[in-house]
T-cell receptor, first 114, second 115 residues
């Protein structure tokens, strides 16, 4: 069975602070994919990043960066110099191969105050 | 960029009524999904559909639910007799053959309110 744990339910920061959202996963699959999605107040799910289980290379995209560590089954997401527009619920998700349903974590609500 | 479209954006129905939620996945995608999100909660998998049949379904997807791809473009979710607890946001999603080349694309969702 697959499981995704986002231990942080809510995080509140002041604009320009850096913030890291934690994600820990469990799976028995040897091939799997990890994702981060952003859900702004408008409700849609916005894809941010995908990582496969063979690619532990960390990635930076603008103010966003991701740290994938198989040894600790973690896929953490950092926003540098946060902005008010970053306020949203962030979901980490895990998918196995094949038809690959995605299992979502409970989400972390990030509030960035001006 | 192509996108998944869902209609309607909001549906209100009375308990016991049938509803059909409609989705048009991205045209060259092969895998189709429905997910549900009760207000303020996590996104939950309902069903996956590939090669014109259900690949996997969750325990939420009971006999009251069905999916169909009637014409090669639309992908529908039917709830036969709605219950109050079916009130949620329903997301349709699709993807191509390979995860490495194709992330899961979500529609903007249909908010279903059962009264």
């Amino acid at each position: 069975a697959q499981k995704v744990t986002q231990a942080q339910t809510e995080i509140s920061v002041v604009e320009k602070e850096d913030v890291t959202l934690d994600c820990v996963y469990e799976t028995r699959d040897t091939t799997y994919y990890l994702f981060w999605y952003k859900q702004p107040p408008s409700g849609e799910l916005v894809f941010l990043i995908r990582r496969n289980s063979f690619d532990e290379q960390n990635e930076i995209s603008g103010r966003y960066s991701w740290n994938f560590q198989k040894s600790t089954s973690s896929f953490n997401f950092t926003i540098t110099a946060s902005q008010v527009v970053d306020s949203a619920v962030y979901f980490c998700a895990l998918s196995g191969g094949g038809a690959g349903k995605s299992t979502f974590g409970d989400g972390t609500t990030l509030t960035v105050k001006p | 960029e192509p996108e998944v479209t869902q209609t309607p954006s909001h549906q209100v129905t009375q308990m016991g009524q049938e509803v059909i939620l409609r989705c048009v996945p991205i045209s060259n995608h092969l895998y189709f999904y429905w997910y549900r999100q009760i207000l303020g909660q996590k996104v939950e998998f309902l069903v996956s559909f590939y090669n014109n049949e259900i690949s996997e379904k969750s325990e939420i997807f009971d006999d009251q639910f069905s999916v169909e791809r009637p014409d090669g473009s639309n992908f529908t979710l039917k709830i036969r007799s709605t219950k109050l607890e079916d009130s949620a946001m329903y997301f349709c999603a699709s993807r191509g053959k390979n995860w490495d080349n194709s992330p899961l694309h979500f529609g903007n969702g249909t908010r279903l309110t059962v009264t």
